[in-house]
């Protein structure tokens, strides 16, 4: 990707002899010219034009008018006129960026196991649809294909979804229908492996994603704490080591000043089933058997708050995101102590001084990224202690996040575009030049602006079931007897106004299975779903009514010991 542009001067003089109030110059896409070949004589000029005697009149051979597309064409009504353009340089500001993805012709899809990461996207994205396994609104959403033939398999991964996705006939035939002549088929994605690099290759798509290899090395939190070190995106006080007793992990510790109070982790996993908290022995005892043979980041035990934060490197620098504490651990939502169950972005989640720390060290880290070869999105968890003000590298996620179903709807996403579409500028076949300087500044600005949250609900009892009854994808509201009631048919949360609006996408429903730890669906609403009121942060008496009331939406029956196992996926894990 480059910031240079091969198109003409725009105060050459060519442009400079343009009619006074001509668009076609200032638009960001203009018609290819027709030019003449090599040897091909001059045009002659007309002989009205030569004499001022008046119009020349029209002959066959005359070129036909320049198409104008103007900035602001919108992508539903630009339709063969937007075929039929090019790009002359790059983007310079948000409102080409705009109109370069209202009018894009390339076919991009998001594939998963849900929709969920990028839901939503496609109101800013012309061609931009989703592959999914599972199909919350049943075959009602248009943007959303899901292969009619499901036959049961055990899916072991998010990665073993999308491969088998793209695999698919069904889908096969759907991704590559209406490929304009000249494009190709792009592709994202929250998992993938070698397996889906050469699956894409076979298929003529192209994966808009930086390596799995490179991924895969980053994913390491040993890794992680090692990069931050060096772009200078420290840690929490910690120490890289190994330990096989009690003991050696205290010795370890108290080498480093850590005290006893420790957070270990292991190299890989969901945070919420690789980081343990051990102050004595019989913690070690209760968790040793993950931890023994691992290299550890073993840190000292802060009072903190967890915030994510997405950013996305391009060749114009790093956009960073806006600031969004976690939900995790309640045991409401999610049987996983630890694990990551949602995201809140509010008015104070962090102060001024804290954002100000918080963009430069995910901004470092977005460049320490680059070093590495990495470009496009990326996820930052944050912790921010509460003690000291200080802020620190928490984890790395190097992909689509499930943070980021929130940060298409801030208000920044709306006063500009979401923060996805800078991963795509970075991909797609497009220059661009923007001030990203500024666009941090104003989201910042603009990031206590907003309220949304949004919680993954898991089934958390001990049962497996095979399920009956389970409530439609959409809106509902709370009534006048505070019931949560349906209301409509949506295509995703961007129309919620208030907090007594939620939105549901349901993930496993009627025919499906549950069992401890799958995941039933994902709530969206305006609502702050955290309190602070007579203690730490806990979910508020209205969320745990949104919970409790989709609960009871479903129904099931228990399923038999020689019955199939339930197929994994969902959005659970923090990546997806």
Same mark, same amino acid.
């Given at each position: 990707?480059?910031?240079?542009?091969?198109?003409?001067?725009?105060?050459?003089?060519?442009?400079?002899?343009?009619?006074?109030?001509?668009?076609?110059?200032?638009?960001?896409?203009?018609?290819?010219?027709?030019?003449?070949?090599?040897?091909?004589?001059?045009?002659?000029?007309?002989?009205?034009?030569?004499?001022?005697?008046?119009?020349?009149?029209?002959?066959?051979?005359?070129?036909?008018?320049? @198409?104008?597309?103007?900035?602001?064409?919108?992508?539903?009504?630009?339709?063969?006129?937007? $075929?039929?353009?090019?790009?002359? &340089? #790059?983007?310079?500001?948000?409102?080409?960026?705009?109109?370069?993805?209202?009018?894009?012709?390339?076919?991009?899809?998001?594939?998963?196991?849900?929709?969920?990461?990028?839901?939503? /996207?496609?109101?800013?994205?012309?061609?931009?649809?989703?592959?999914?396994?599972?199909?919350?609104?049943?075959?009602?959403?248009?943007?959303?294909?899901?292969?009619?033939?499901?036959?049961?398999?055990?899916?072991?991964?998010?990665?073993?979804?999308?491969?088998?996705?793209?695999?698919?006939?069904?889908?096969?035939?759907?991704?590559?229908?209406?490929?304009?002549?000249?494009?190709?088929?792009?592709?994202?994605?929250?998992?993938?492996?070698?397996?889906?690099?050469?699956?894409?290759?076979?298929?003529?798509?192209?994966?808009?994603?930086?390596?799995?290899?490179? &991924?895969?090395?980053?994913?390491?939190?040993?890794?992680?704490?090692?990069?931050?070190?060096?772009?200078?995106?420290?840690?929490? #006080?910690?120490?890289?080591?190994?330990?096989?007793?009690?003991?050696?992990?205290?010795?370890?510790?108290?080498?480093?000043?850590?005290?006893?109070?420790?957070?270990?982790? =292991?190299?890989?996993?969901?945070?919420?089933?690789?980081?343990?908290?051990?102050? $004595?022995?019989?913690?070690?005892?209760?968790?040793?058997?993950?931890?023994?043979?691992?290299?550890?980041?073993?840190?000292?035990?802060?009072?903190?708050?967890?915030?994510?934060?997405?950013?996305?490197?391009?060749?114009?620098?790093?956009?960073?995101?806006?600031?969004?504490?976690? /939900?995790?651990?309640?045991?409401?939502?999610?049987?996983?102590?630890?694990?990551?169950?949602?995201?809140?972005?509010?008015?104070?989640? @962090?102060?001024?001084?804290?954002?100000?720390?918080?963009?430069?060290?995910?901004?470092?880290?977005?460049?320490?990224?680059? =070093?590495?070869?990495?470009?496009?999105?990326?996820?930052?968890?944050?912790?921010?202690? /509460?003690?000291?003000?200080?802020?620190?590298?928490?984890? @790395?996620?190097?992909?689509?996040?499930?943070?980021?179903?929130? =940060?298409?709807?801030?208000?920044?996403?709306?006063?500009?575009?979401?923060?996805?579409?800078?991963?795509?500028?970075?991909?797609?076949?497009?220059?661009?030049?923007?001030?990203?300087?500024?666009?941090?500044?104003?989201?910042?600005?603009?990031?206590?602006?907003?309220?949304?949250?949004?919680?993954?609900?898991?089934?958390?009892?001990?049962?497996?079931?095979?399920?009956?009854?389970?409530?439609?994808?959409?809106?509902?509201?709370?009534?006048?007897?505070? =019931?949560?009631?349906?209301? &409509?048919?949506?295509?995703?949360?961007?129309? /919620?106004?208030?907090?007594?609006?939620?939105?549901?996408?349901?993930?496993?429903?009627?025919?499906?299975?549950?069992?401890?730890?799958? $995941?039933?669906?994902?709530?969206?609403?305006?609502?702050?779903?955290?309190?602070?009121?007579?203690?730490?942060?806990?979910?508020?008496?209205?969320?745990?009514?949104?919970?409790?009331?989709?609960?009871?939406?479903?129904?099931?029956?228990?399923?038999?010991? $020689?019955?199939?196992?339930?197929? @994994?996926?969902? #959005?659970?894990?923090?990546?997806?």
């Amino acid at each position: 990707m480059t910031n240079e542009s091969s198109s003409a001067d725009p105060k050459s003089s060519e442009a400079q002899a343009a009619k006074p109030g001509a668009r076609v110059k200032d638009a960001v896409a203009v018609p290819s010219p027709q030019a003449p070949g090599p040897g091909a004589p001059a045009a002659a000029a007309p002989a009205a034009a030569a004499s001022g005697s008046g119009p020349a009149p029209a002959s066959a051979d005359a070129a036909p008018p320049q @198409l104008e597309v103007a900035v602001a064409t919108d992508a539903a009504y630009a339709g063969e006129e937007a $075929d039929r353009v090019q790009l002359r &340089r #790059p983007l310079r500001n948000i409102s080409e960026v705009r109109h370069f993805f209202r009018t894009n012709q390339t076919p991009i899809y998001f594939v998963g196991a849900t929709p969920f990461n990028l839901l939503g /996207l496609d109101r800013w994205v012309r061609n931009f649809s989703y592959i999914t396994y599972y199909d919350g609104w049943d075959g009602g959403h248009p943007r959303v294909f899901s292969p009619r033939y499901r036959p049961y398999v055990e899916f072991e991964s998010g990665e073993a979804i999308n491969n088998w996705l793209l695999l698919n006939a069904e889908v096969r035939a759907h991704m590559t229908r209406n490929v304009p002549h000249g494009e190709r088929v792009k592709v994202a994605m929250v998992f993938f492996d070698e397996e889906t690099e050469r699956i894409c290759r076979e298929l003529g798509y192209d994966l808009i994603l930086p390596s799995a290899a490179l &991924r895969n090395q980053l994913d390491s939190k040993i890794e992680t704490t090692k990069l931050g070190n060096e772009a200078g995106a420290f840690s929490v #006080p910690n120490v890289l080591t190994t330990a096989d007793t009690y003991e050696e992990l205290n010795d370890r510790a108290a080498e480093a000043g850590l005290g006893t109070d420790l957070v270990v982790q =292991t190299p890989y996993g969901d945070s919420g089933k690789t980081t343990f908290f051990i102050s $004595d022995a019989a913690g070690w005892e209760t968790h040793k058997d993950d931890i023994i043979g691992e290299q550890l980041k073993v840190m000292k035990r802060i009072n903190n708050t967890p915030v994510a934060v997405e950013a996305v490197i391009t060749s114009s620098g790093v956009v960073v995101g806006p600031y969004l504490t976690e /939900l995790a651990g309640f045991a409401e939502l999610t049987p996983y102590k630890g694990g990551w169950c949602g995201n809140e972005m509010k008015p104070d989640v @962090l102060n001024a001084e804290q954002r100000a720390q918080t963009r430069d060290l995910v901004g470092r880290m977005g460049e320490g990224l680059r =070093t590495r070869g990495y470009r496009g999105f990326f996820e930052v968890d944050v912790l921010v202690d /509460l003690d000291s003000d200080d802020v620190y590298l928490g984890e @790395l996620n190097p992909r689509i996040s499930g943070a980021s179903a929130i =940060t298409n709807v801030t208000a920044g996403a709306y006063a500009d575009v979401p923060l996805f579409l800078f991963h795509l500028l970075e991909y797609l076949d497009v220059e661009f030049d923007l001030d990203v300087k500024e666009i941090n500044e104003r989201w910042e600005e603009l990031s206590g602006a907003d309220e949304w949250s949004q919680m993954i609900i898991k089934e958390t009892a001990p049962i497996t079931e095979y399920i009956t009854h389970s409530p439609l994808t959409g809106q509902y509201y709370l009534d006048q007897y505070g =019931t949560l009631t349906y209301k &409509r048919a949506a295509l995703d949360w961007h129309p /919620l106004q208030n907090g007594s609006e939620v939105f549901f996408l349901r993930i496993f429903g009627a025919g499906d299975y549950r069992w401890k730890g799958a $995941d039933l669906g994902v709530l969206v609403t305006k609502n702050p779903l955290q309190t602070n009121v007579g203690g730490p942060d806990a979910l508020s008496i209205r969320a745990k009514h949104f919970i409790d009331s989709i609960r009871a939406m479903y129904a099931g029956v228990p399923v038999v010991a $020689d019955d199939p196992s339930p197929a @994994l996926g969902g #959005p659970g894990a923090k990546g997806d």
